[in-house]
């Protein structure tokens, strides 16, 4: 396996490789690697059968962090990580720094960047403004460094997944987007490398967004007509606070693939939310 620290080494590459007639398979990541991620390495070999590679990318990406976000603090253990990839076959690890990926950033060097200007405006959108412009923009970047035929994204992450899928469309990047189901701990808790800042007591209560998705589901299947918005609403906001340290920022029900909100929620319908437990902020979604 190797680790590939620099922009041009990765480039030169994934172009011999593709001399050689090998697919490349990427899975983009902030390290900090669970089963979640390594579900989506395991599907980006299973693409690109043996005979093709897969990277994987370890940066946490500075431009997807708002100032009073958590960035200096991220986990981050990049020795496991590069032992869990050599277990799984992977090829190359490409572990960029910041002065790498955005060089003369610090001194206002830096500005180019990619904006998806409809799915990125709500939910995750509406929270953290600037979010999505910094993993748009990241993305466009690591394609355009590990060239690569397809790339794996966790549904975990619904919405940044739809606004990738629309940047590879709007943009035309030659790379398939493929979407991996959520791996979720035994208790239903979707993995995540956050889960790491629940201590104590604050770990059971993370229990609290599978269950708002598993009640809305059922609320769905077992109603003949549409379900409102509403009403499903005001269900996941009791449950939520029910956990005596966690604050609902947002649940919405939308369409899978317009991720336009619905106020009648039917079998298909998709539902996100997005809650603090403590001070960590916890995401999931699910189709019901
Ligand atoms: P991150 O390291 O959090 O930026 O995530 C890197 C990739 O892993 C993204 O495509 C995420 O959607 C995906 N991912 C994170 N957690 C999970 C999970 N529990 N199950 C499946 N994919 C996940």
């Known amino acids: ?51 093709g590679k897969v990277v994987v990318s370890i940066y946490v990406n500075p431009m997807q962090f708002a100032p009073t ?41 830096y ?8 799915l990125a405006g709500r939910m995750e959108g509406a929270s953290r403004p600037t979010h999505f412009r910094g993993v748009t923009t990241v993305v466009a970047k690591l394609f355009n460094i590990v060239l690569p035929d397809i790339a794996v994204f966790g549904a975990k992450d619904w919405q940044q997944a739809a606004i990738i899928k ?13 979407v991996a189901p959520t791996v979720r701990e035994t208790d239903g808790v979707a993995m995540s490398s956050r889960n790491k800042y629940l201590v104590g007591n604050l770990r059971p209560q993370a229990v609290v967004l599978s269950h708002s998705i598993k009640l809305a589901r059922e609320l769905v299947k077992a109603s003949a007509k549409p379900v409102s918005a509403v009403r499903l609403n005001t269900t996941v906001a009791k449950i939520v606070s029910a956990a005596p340290d966690a604050r609902l920022d947002y649940v919405e029900f939308f369409d899978p693939e317009t991720l336009l909100p619905q106020k009648q929620v039917t079998r298909g ?20």
């Open 1 to 51: 396996m190797r680790v590939v620290r620099s922009i041009s080494a990765m480039q030169r590459l994934a172009r011999q490789w593709q001399r050689g007639g090998a697919r490349i398979g990427f899975v983009p990541t902030m390290g900090y690697l669970h089963e979640g991620h390594l579900s989506l390495v395991r599907e980006a070999r299973t693409r690109v059968s043996h005979s």
């Open 69 to 109: 976000e958590d960035l200096s603090r991220y986990p981050r253990d990049l020795k496991r990580d590069l032992a869990n990839c050599r277990k799984l076959g992977v090829n190359a690890v490409f572990v960029p720094s910041d002065t790498a990926m955005y060089p003369g950033r610090a001194e206002g060097n």
């Open 111 to 118: 500005s180019t960047y990619v904006v998806e200007e409809t």
């Open 166 to 178: 629309r940047m590879v469309s709007d943009l035309n990047f030659p790379v398939k987007i493929i």
């Open 269 to 288: 319908s998709h539902m996100a939310l997005a809650v603090f437990v403590g001070k960590t902020r916890l995401i999931d979604n699910g189709r019901l």
